[in-house]
């Protein structure tokens, strides 16, 4: 059984930082992408970061780049999310996912961000 804990959330002022943790488990694969996803109420989920595993390729939202990072820890199979110059649009529920081949992919369950002065 795949479980994704996460973990890093909080309330932050604009301008500030938090990293998010997703620790995955329960799966023996070396090969997959682990993807960070938000979503506010009433939208659809926004894709705003992944990494590959072999290679460490990353890709990012437009909305994103410049002040987020992506990066894992191949030992823990953790993927963190560094957000630096956080905005209030960047308010959100934080979900943790991994693609482990089509057909089997798993979510975490949330962790909220929220930005307010």
């Known amino acids: 059984q795949v479980h994704l804990v996460e973990s890093g959330g909080g309330l932050v002022q604009p301008g500030g930082s938090l990293r998010l943790s997703c620790a995955a488990s329960?799966?023996?694969?070396?090969?997959?992408?682990m993807r960070w996803y938000r979503q506010v109420p009433e939208k659809e989920r926004e894709l705003v970061a992944s990494i590959t595993r072999p290679g460490g390729s990353t890709n990012y939202a437009d909305s994103v780049k410049g002040r987020f990072t992506i990066s894992r820890d191949n030992a823990k199979d953790t993927v963190y999310l560094q957000m630096n110059s956080l905005k209030p649009d960047d308010t959100a529920v934080y979900y943790c996912?991994?693609?482990?081949?089509?057909?089997?992919?798993?979510w975490g369950q949330g962790t909220q961000v929220t930005v307010v002065s």
């Open positions: 329960g799966f023996a694969s070396s090969y997959y992408v």
């Open positions: 996912n991994i693609f482990l081949r089509i057909g089997s992919d798993y």
